[in-house]
C-alpha cells in the first residue's frame, strides 16, 4: 500500500534555469519501503496549513496539491539495502503550483510528504539491446534506467535519442556524460535539439513521426532491440510509437510515460445510474458507498477514504489503479496503463465513471 512519509530534502541542485534536482534523505527504518525499481516515480505533497521552513502556510488555496516526479537515481540492488537517499528532477510549469514552490522555495533541511515509490515504467536488468527516445525531463526515468541496467548487466547496451530545445535547457547533462565515460561502448548517446543548431550530431527540428521513421533504422538495428523507453510530452511518445510500429516493432517492446498531455479535455460524463455504489478493497480493508452525480470511482472512494492513492488525477501517473472485480465502468481518458493492464482489467480510478449500479474494485491486486 503507497503511503506518505515525511523526508528531509538533503540537496538541491539547479540543473537549468528551470528545472532543479531534490535529493531526499532516506532514514534507516523506511529504506525498504522506498526500494523502487529504476523508472519509478514519486509522489510528493503540500497540506494546506503545513508549518516548516519552506511552506509556512501551505499551498494559498487552501488545496492539497499533489505532483508526481520520476526518480532519476539508480535503483539499489536486489540484495542489498534500500536507497539512503533518493534524488527527483522537477521542471518548472508554466502557473505549476508544485513546480514554482520546487524551483523557489524549497530548501537543505526542509520536510516534504513523499509517497512511496510507484509506477510500471520500469526495466529488469538483462541482457540485451535497449533504447529510448525521451524528450526534455522525460529523462529523468530513463536516466535511473541507463544506470541501473549498464551498472548490473555487463552484456547489456543502451542507445538513448533524446530531444530538448536548447543545449542550455538539457537535464542532467553531466550525469549522462559521465555514464558515457564509463560506459563508452555500451552507451550510444544521440541528442537532437528542436530550436539550435548543433555543431555536430542531427541538424536542428523535432522528433516527429515521420522523422523518427528515418532515423532510427540508421541508428540501431531496430528489430533486434528487446525493450523501447518513450517518455516526456504527449505529442513526442504518440509518434514516436506511430514510427515503432511502422518499422515493425511489436507493441508488447513499447513501453511508454507521459509527462505533459497537450488535447483537449474529454467531454463532460453522462451521470452514472441512479443509486450506483462503488465497492472497494484498500490496504486490506473494504466497503461500499453511493456515487454522487458526476464522480469518478476516486472521487467516491476518497469522501470516504482518505488514504486513497492518487497524484494527479489526470490519467497520466498511474498511482490511482485498480482492478476491476466487477460492473462496468468508462475510462475518460488513460495515458498510464499498457494496454496489457486494461487487458487484464485494470482501470484509473481517476478517470473511471460507473456504467452499471454496482461497481467494485481492488486497490491492493
Known sequence: MARFHPLRVAAVDRLTDDSVALTFAVPEALREEFRHAAGQHLALRRVPGRTDAADPAGPADGVEVRRTYSICSPAPDPGGPGPGTLKVGVRLVEGGAFSTYAMKEIGVGDELDVMTPAGRFTLDPAPGLYAAVVGGSGITPVLSIVATLLAREPSARFCLLRSD?????????????????????????????????????????????????????????????????????????????????????????????????????????????????????????????????????????????????????????????????????????????????????????????????????????
Open 165 to 365: 530545445r536548447t543545449a542550455a535547457s538539457t537535464m542532467f547533462l553531466e550525469e549522462l556524460a559521465d555514464l558515457k565515460d564509463r560506459f563508452p561502448e555500451r552507451l550510444q548517446l544521440v541528442t537532437a535539439l528542436s530550436r539550435e543548431e548543433q555543431q555536430a550530431g542531427l541538424p536542428s527540428g523535432r522528433l516527429d513521426r515521420e522523422r523518427l521513421t528515418a532515423l532510427l533504422p540508421s541508428l540501431l538495428p531496430v528489430g533486434q532491440v528487446a525493450g523501447w523507453f518513450l517518455c516526456g510530452p504527449f505529442g513526442l511518445v504518440q509518434g514516436a510509437e506511430q514510427a515503432l510500429r511502422e518499422l515493425g516493432v511489436e507493441r508488447s517492446r513499447i513501453h511508454e510515460e507521459i509527462f505533459h498531455v497537450d488535447v483537449a479535455p474529454p467531454p463532460t460524463h453522462p451521470a452514472a445510474p441512479a443509486h450506483s455504489t462503488v465497492t472497494a478493497r484498500l490496504d486490506g480493508r473494504g466497503g461500499s458507498w453511493p456515487v454522487r452525480d458526476g464522480e469518478s470511482v476516486l472521487e467516491t472512494v476518497l469522501r470516504n477514504r482518505p488514504d486513497a492513492p492518487y497524484a494527479c488525477k489526470g490519467g497520466v501517473c498511474g498511482t490511482c489503479r485498480a482492478f476491476l472485480v466487477s460492473g462496468e465502468v468508462r475510462m475518460d481518458r488513460n495515458f498510464a496503463l499498457e494496454p496489457e493492464e486494461t487487458d487484464a482489467g485494470y482501470v484509473l480510478a481517476c478517470q473511471s465513471h460507473p456504467v452499471t449500479e454496482a461497481v467494485e474494485v481492488d486497490f491492493d491486486r
